[in-house]
């Protein structure tokens, strides 16, 4: 009797495993594959739209694309207006008890096609690696035939388009081969992410209730350089530093007025320098106020499998910055850097002048424990320390002649940082959804480097968010040559569809 | 009988005074006026030619004008070939003992038209200054109604198509009104001195013979401030340095790797602020060893009246660097200016990055005293000492991957400095033909802070130079919306008919 019950309570044991255990990948590997396949001609269009967030009139092709391509998936979408660009909201109803809100970038950063190695920054440009290890365009139509490590060189490819087309292919996926969450669905699109989301948190504010979702997650951002499947539970924030220094009124012949006209740019240069030491350490009393990195969370950072010696030579650098002693405890950590500088001209275009001014740009990233007002007041301070005037605005010539040293400061707090708890609900169900679809953990990121303009959807909306970042590490992301792997953009698909299909 | 031959010695004494004195200028101011106006068209024709140094098919129609502007006022022209622009010879003969070089420059600095007020920065606007102090266009036209504050605004008005403008039209009186020259004339026109004049030196080493003369007089910058007659015997020599310092290999996105890869605007910074202390002395040890001011020269230096609480209210500047304690004695001296800056981007072009490469272009303006190379020597010694591998071209990866502090350093020494005696002949020449033209003793600037490709001639041809400055100082030279004021262009074409019709 015992013998002969065995096979039903192992049948019924393993029925109740794969229940616990959730979903299988739902698709094979060749459908996947047809389905990336049969996207391309979409995503190349997509790529094809400028989306310089300056130019307002290519903003509104990139959201009407949005609003065909998601209204034509099943989605009612709808503009949240702003002072600028409109937000675009994308629902789609299940009917289901919970509602999971996912944020998508649709704008790029600026782009210099003196740079790109390519006709032009938003002509799609379909490359592999020739022999002589340079990246050689192939004709587009190649693309069918692809390999993992060929790429689409393009402004936004990683950046966040590619994600875009993933989710819209993991869409049709879920559609055509029967797979339906089991969470309604709020896809809330960004227009001026590059801009710093200067609208997103009036926006939210005004919108709670259509933006009312259980947790947040966010398609950005790269993957861990191994390339491993990886989830992302925190972003340090951002905020701006503008600097302009002055020297004559207008620029003087540096022949006649050298050794007696103060330079600009050397009165910047002295101040930039004064900020931090050469091993890239802020030297402002107080900047690093508040943070500390407890054994628990040390372990954490130290789990993450950074192959440091890989990223010095990948960035051809001999030492690093010294804020922390490794990657990942550097992060925890806010940083002061230099993302732009320019005094008169350089190369071709030079000329014998003191220049008029010099313009630093700086950008502040911010972790949970910073105030930004008060980093911003420090570096204020330790300018005003240094004996300058400094100022809001472009000095009156009252104010020039009565103090020698005068700066103009501008800044801008963009948005804070946010960090959620591994062993949230969302954090859990997607480390599972992960885990199945790739048969192993992901690797676990306590804070991205980067900044995502997430914290008025956590603070308002006061929901968890996590960041699942699909593209290849080596994106050239906000640089000239800004490109996507192939293997990783079907590898995004795999990931979405893996969300879709794993029960919340 | 002593009586009755009185008024006979008297004559003869006036007639040798007046002998002796030399010739009073020879045409009236009607006259002047009207050789003024009728130039206009020949001047803005001219200044319509575009004429930066780079794009030699512009340089070629500079040439061509050159050429057929010579040729109609009698001069022979022969092209005096080089690697690039050519320079152009225009003799004449007048059959005399004596020759006299003069030195004139076609081309101008680049040109930002972004930054000009006015249609093209080739195409010359007629100004006037408004009630609100504001400089607005009027009509071409009513410069034939003229007023001397009135300026032409256009690339070169000042340095130097003006003097070539005045020094025709003083041909065009010279011819018409009977001046005839004791001396023979050789002019020679450069076309490269904005570029440093790269070819000059070469050409007049192999030409020796055809450019022999018995001094030079060179019609380039701008009178004293006061806009008195002014005489230049001396300029500073030029030096360039272009300086550039490396963070990752391609620009990084700064969240990801801000606290990780070194900032090479930082290093630039820290290295420029090295260089020089907050009142823009030279730090380096060294770099002023070779020059001191006698009380003799010291008399001369504080006899030019400078207004320089003029000159730091048109500059808008509240102190002057301290490498002099005056004007005249800070340009004795050598000068180490940061003409140019930059790296990534600013304003509406600035991305969030840590910048690949930060670049510096400094020029050195040299005295008589310093060798150039050695103060090269100085500043190249210096970056090493700071701990920098010093290059002379871009890093390779094995050099960026063992040195942390790299630096390309690139120099080139343009010319040398000059300075003549003011007792020369030509300096006692030129001085008593303004004496007598303008009715007082011209402004004597022992040496001029802009450098001019002279030493070639100097050295190689072994003749004296002196500088004859003519257009007003605030010129907005190598700068956008250079201009001339009419009052000046008008008298320097009196100026050069009086050196024309001065005994040598």
Not at 142 to 150: F, L, M
Not at 205 to 215: E, F, H, R, T, Y
Request: contains cysteine.
């Amino acid at each position: 009797m015992i013998h002969s019950r065995a096979p039903i309570i192992c049948l019924l044991i393993l029925t109740f495993a794969l229940e616990a255990y959730g979903q299988k990948f739902p698709v094979s590997e060749a459908i996947l594959e047809q389905y990336t396949k049969a996207s391309f001609p979409m995503l190349r269009e997509l790529y094809s739209i400028p989306n310089d967030a300056f130019y307002l009139e290519d903003i509104e092709k990139n959201v009407q694309w949005c609003e065909s391509s998601f209204s034509k998936r099943g989605f009612k979408t709808s503009r949240i207006e702003t002072k600028r660009a409109p937000l675009l909201l994308a629902e789609r109803d299940y009917g289901k008890k919970k509602t999971v809100l996912v944020y998508l970038q649709l704008d790029g950063q600026p782009v210099d096609s003196t740079r790109w190695f390519q006709e032009h920054p938003f002509k799609p440009a379909l490359k592999r690696k020739g022999d002589n290890g340079l990246w050689e365009e192939i004709p587009w139509e190649s693309i069918q035939n692809y390999e993992d490590d060929w790429r689409i060189f393009v402004r936004a490819a990683s950046d966040a388009k590619g994600p875009v087309g993933m989710f819209l292919t993991a869409m049709d996926i879920a559609e055509k081969e029967g797979i339906e969450p089991n969470y309604n669905l709020k896809i809330i699109m960004d227009f001026e992410e590059e801009m710093g989301s200067p609208n997103l948190p009036e926006a939210v504010k005004k919108n709670k209730d259509l933006l009312k979702a259980d947790m947040l997650i966010i398609f950005d951002g790269p993957r861990h350089i191994t390339n491993r499947p990886t989830l992302t539970f925190g972003a340090r924030g951002i905020a701006t530093i503008q600097l302009t220094t002055y020297g004559p009124l207008v620029a003087q012949h540096s022949g006649h007025f050298g050794n007696y006209a103060p330079n600009p740019a050397l009165r910047l240069s002295k101040l930039l320098a004064s900020m931090k030491d050469d091993e890239g350490r802020v030297t402002i009393p107080g900047f690093y106020d508040g943070v500390s990195i407890s054994s628990e969370v040390e372990k954490i950072l130290k789990a993450v499998p950074d192959n440091e010696a890989q990223i010095k030579d990948r960035l051809q650098i001999a030492e690093t910055d010294q804020v922390g002693s490794y990657y990942q405890e550097a992060i925890q950590y806010p940083s002061l850097n230099i993302r732009g500088m320019q005094s008169a001209w350089i190369d071709e275009e030079v000329r014998t002048i003191i220049p008029a001014w010099a313009r630093a740009e700086i950008d502040i990233r911010l972790v949970k424990e910073t105030d930004p007002e008060r980093l911003i007041s420090l570096v204020k301070n330790h300018i005003q320390d240094q004996g300058y005037l400094v100022l809001d605005s472009v000095p009156r010539k009252g104010q020039r002649l009565t103090n020698s040293k005068i700066a103009t400061f501008q800044h801008e707090i963009s948005y804070q940082s946010f960090r959620t708890d591994f062993d949230s609900d969302v954090g859990l169900w997607l480390r599972r959804a992960l885990k199945k679809t790739f048969g192993e953990e992901p690797i676990m990121i306590r804070m991205s480097g980067g900044s995502i303009p997430i914290s008025p959807f956590v603070t308002t909306l006061d929901i968890p968010a996590v960041t699942v970042p699909t593209v290849n590490r080596d994106n050239n992301q906000h640089s000239p040559n800004e490109n996507i792997r192939l293997g990783n953009y079907r590898d995004g698909i795999k990931t979405m569809v893996a969300i879709l299909n794993e029960k919340l």
